[in-house]
Every structure is written in C-alpha cells, then in structure tokens.
C-alpha cells in the first residue's frame, strides 16, 4: 500500500496572526478555510494548515505538542531563480538562515523561517 498522496501538512503555531500574515505574504497561497484558531492554504497541490499549538493537544495524544526548539525538518520548495525569491524575501523582511549557497548535490538553496521557527528552503536545478 504505497502512500503517494500528500494532501496536507498541518504546522503548530505559537501566533496564528502572525503565520497568516506571513504565510499569505511568502507564499501567495489560496486561501480555503479561517476560523479563531486556524487557517488552511492551498499552497501548490498542497494544503499547509495551521493551527495554534494549544489547539494541538487532541491531535497529538497520547503525546504531548512540543515546545518550539531545535530544528527537526526542513519543507523545500522548487522555483526558478533561488536568488531572485531571496530578493522578494528580503523585500517582505524575512531573513534567511542560510544561503543562498550552491549545494554539492547540484542545487542552489536558501533557507528561512516562518514565524514559530518552522524552516523553509527554496532550491533550483544549478544549471549544467
């Protein structure tokens, strides 16, 4: 049973005014649902929900929502010009954690963050 179909990614967020306003900034997504403790994009073929972290609790059990720490994942997305997205995030004031950088493994990448710490990364084909 090959599991092939991503439908969603849900994020827990520590400022969900602060996520949707990035989120719509960064990404242009589409947006599908608002509510006082949500908000779902269309991002691509993928929806990024996001979900204030103390609404998590019935998601998770019987774990526990972690704190904001270290980094545990990283979310690529693929565009055309790695240097040129990294210009329109500076515009929008984000700051990149890394990068931009060309990768031994033939791609140019750069990360950032969202506002809870989640980690993005832009990456193109370099070209050969």
Known sequence: MPLRDLQAI??????????????????DGRELFTDDVSTAF?????VVNLLQADQAVELVEP???????PHRFML????ADVDAVCA???????ALRNGPQDRPW???????????GHLWEIAAPLAG
């Open 10 to 27: 849900t994020l827990f967020v520590d400022d969900l005014t602060a996520a949707r306003q990035f989120y719509a900034a960064v990404f």
């Open 42 to 46: 269309s991002i691509g073929n993928t």
């Open 63 to 69: 774990g526990t929502v972690a704190d904001a720490g």
């Open 76 to 79: 690529t997305v693929g565009v």
């Open 88 to 94: 329109e995030l500076a515009g929008l004031g984000i």
């Open 106 to 116: 033939g791609v140019r990448t750069a990360a950032f963050a969202d506002p809870s």
